[in-house]
């Protein structure tokens, strides 16, 4: 098992692996439960022969710690996505907001029935639903069975605007590009809009402010998109929200 840092995909990880294990390099390899550029934690490698057992792998219930930031809303619902809501003042006090997270989080336990994220490698008729959102084509987003075995409510914390554009702009440049490097070594990265996402959050928090991270922890079934949850939660309290940070901490009897 590797832990995948924050900023990489999960196939440079396995690549940076590999180059780091020259009696591995003829060895079919491959990952098992994708982890998004902005999440971290632990990633699950197969080699050999146990790559023929991937479904069985995926099948594997997961743990992770993750937090939601309360005021923006993006069409990725994490930090590396563009801002759905223009100049939103949240004016929702701190004990207000306690009180409503608590009060909702019953609807994201259990059994219920969860939409892919449109930015995510789902595939509809053929093609990932992400295609279909840079493409701006209109798809029928479908929809899978989830379990939750437990969410629980940690802390909430009040970051200004300044810290936040600081903390979301460290974090956006780990993301490689379409034709970057690490460490002398060429990696695929990927084109996640970087650069005009950076460019749109240094505007939308120019404006003196203050917003509100939650920390959560969540025992869930495979497939449960934790950046899902934030967004829908957001909705739920009528208030704006996303993925903060996602950092997967167990899958299955593995823990990092």
């Known amino acids: 098992m590797l832990n995948k840092k924050e900023g990489e995909t999960p196939l440079e990880s396995l690549e940076v692996f590999r ?18 550029p902005m999440a971290s934690g632990l990633l699950l490698i197969l080699l050999g ?9 995926l099948k594997l219930d997961k743990e992770y710690e993750f937090e939601i930031l309360f005021g923006f809303a993006t069409d990725t619902y994490d930090v590396l996505g563009i801002p759905k809501v223009n100049n939103y003042e949240l004016t929702i006090t701190n004990y207000e907001l306690r009180k ?19 930015y995510s490698s789902k595939t509809v ?21 989830v379990y939750v075995k437990s969410l629980k409510f ?18 956006i440049k780990k993301v490689n590009g379409p034709a970057s490097t690490r460490e002398g070594k060429p990696t695929r990265g990927g084109d996640f809009r970087q650069e005009e996402i950076l460019k749109i959050w240094r505007k939308k928090l120019e404006k003196e402010n203050n ?26 309290l009528n208030v704006p929200s996303l993925a903060f940070s996602i950092k997967r901490t167990k899958l299955g009897k593995y823990m990092i």
């Open 125 to 145: 008729k053929g093609k990932p639903l992400f295609k279909y959102a840079r493409g701006g084509e209109d798809v029928e987003i479908p929809t899978r069975d």
């Open 49 to 57: 022969e146990e790559t023929k057992k991937k479904e069985k792998y």
């Open 100 to 118: 409503e997270i608590k009060n909702n989080l019953k609807f994201f336990t259990g059994k219920f029935i969860q939409k892919y994220p449109i």
């Open 154 to 171: 940690i802390k909430l914390r009040k970051i200004n605007n300044k810290k936040l554009f600081e903390n979301i702009e460290h974090r």
């Open 211 to 236: 917003f509100y991270i939650g920390s959560f922890k969540i025992k869930c079934s495979s497939g449960t998109y934790v950046r899902g949850i934030a967004n829908s939660l957001g909705e739920k």
């Open 19 to 36: 180059a780091g294990h020259k009696e591995l390099q003829k060895i079919k390899m491959t990952y098992a439960g994708r982890l998004d």
